[in-house]
């Protein structure tokens, strides 16, 4: 079955960096679009960035410039370096797949059970 298996959450002060990862099995990761949820304490589940199957890449407005959402076909994992981070990108992030990626940015097919990240000011 399909198993989706983030880390690389953490505590890190503000303007500091962190790699989220994403380990996937059990489908044909080369043929799903890919992408990173967030969820922060009392809002809403949103979408941080995706990949499609031929790289194409979409960010939430407020991420552009600071995040990058990359897919290794190879290792069959997806990964999301966040730098500058803010306060306001605290939340659980979850890996999430899709064999057609037309619902992005409000809910995908498979989901990660989630990595913590908290930005301190």
């Known amino acids: 079955q399909v198993q989706l298996v983030e880390s690389g959450g953490g505590s890190v002060q503000s303007g500091g960096s962190l790699r989220l990862s994403c380990a996937a099995s059990?489908?044909?990761?080369?043929?799903?679009?890919m992408a990173w949820f967030r969820q922060a304490p009392g809002k809403e589940r949103e979408g941080v960035a995706v990949?499609?199957?031929?790289?194409?890449?979409i960010y939430k407005d407020s991420v552009k410039g600071r995040f990058t959402i990359s897919k290794d076909n190879a290792k069959n994992t997806l990964y999301l370096q966040m730098n500058s981070l803010k306060p306001e990108d605290t939340a659980m992030y979850y890996c999430?797949?899709?064999?057609?990626?037309?619902?992005?940015?409000?809910?995908?097919?498979?989901w990660g059970q989630g990595t913590q990240v908290t930005v301190s000011s």
């Open positions: 059990g489908f044909t990761y080369s043929s799903y679009c």
């Open positions: 990949v499609d199957t031929d790289g194409n890449t």
């Open positions: 999430a797949a899709d064999p057609w990626g037309g619902t992005w940015p409000t809910d995908f097919s498979y």
